[in-house]
């Protein structure tokens, strides 16, 4: 999962795996949360969102699950390929209207051939 | 789409001097966000705009920042003076108005010597 601090979680999977990366949010009322992936020398790009009246949501070999209970947000990523390999972040949308994200410290992922 | 365009990709200067950021959002978003990514302090959002107007700027450093958007295709972030502890990556991003994904262009990378 993430956490506040200098050095970035990490994760390794074997390729083929499944990976799943956690985020805790802070703020019970954020109302949409995106998963980002930021590669070497690029800017974050988009994964998947997901509005708070939902508890999952699907894409092209990720899903999404929320659990506001206890505010906590997880990516899964199927049948993972070398091109995985990435930080991964979470973000909640803190404001209102215009989106105001703020970011979690991040996940590296990384697959093993 | 070309996605969102930022200039210079890398910028090197002396502490001191005056250095502007360039951004050109994705034709037809109305909202644009200048973010600064750290190792320290990850990513952090400094200023959104909407529809040209800045909404919230809490999250400029100090004085020494500043940013512009005189048109719907173009903004500019400025640091002046600028000090060795402003050295970061630098994301613009746009979105389509309140609801969807921001959109990150792939930063510049700014080194103050």
């Known amino acids: 999962g993430e956490s506040v601090g200098l050095h970035l979680p990490t994760l390794s999977v074997q390729e083929g795996d499944n990976s799943i990366i956690n985020c805790a949010y802070s703020n019970s009322a954020s109302d949409y949360f995106i998963w980002y992936k930021q590669e070497s020398g690029k800017g974050p790009q988009f994964i998947i969102d997901i509005r708070s009246n939902m508890d999952k949501r699907q894409g092209q070999r990720v899903t999404v699950l929320l659990n506001k209970t206890v505010k906590h947000l997880s990516l899964q990523i199927a049948a993972t390929q070398p091109g995985d390999s990435a930080v991964y972040f979470c973000?909640?949308?803190?404001?209102?209207?215009?989106?105001?994200?703020?970011f979690g410290q991040g996940t590296r992922l990384t697959i093993n051939p | 789409d070309a996605g969102v365009i930022q200039s210079p990709r890398h910028e090197v200067t002396e502490m001191g001097q005056e250095v502007t950021l360039r951004c050109k959002p994705i034709?037809?978003?109305?909202?644009l966000f200048w973010y600064r990514q750290t190792m320290m302090r990850g990513l952090e959002l400094l200023i959104y705009f909407n529809n040209n107007v800045p909404i919230d700027d809490s999250g400029m450093p100090e004085d020494r920042f500043s940013a512009k958007m005189p048109n719907a295709s173009f903004s500019t972030l400025k640091i002046q003076p600028s000090e060795p502890r402003d050295s970061a990556v630098y994301f613009c991003?746009?979105?389509?108005?309140?609801?969807?994904?921001?959109?990150f262009g792939n930063g510049t990378r700014l080194t103050v010597t």
């Open positions: 973000a909640e949308n803190i404001g209102q209207g215009a989106q105001k994200l703020v």
């Open positions: 991003a746009s979105s389509l108005g309140g609801d969807g994904p921001l959109h």
């Open positions: 034709s037809g978003h109305n909202s």
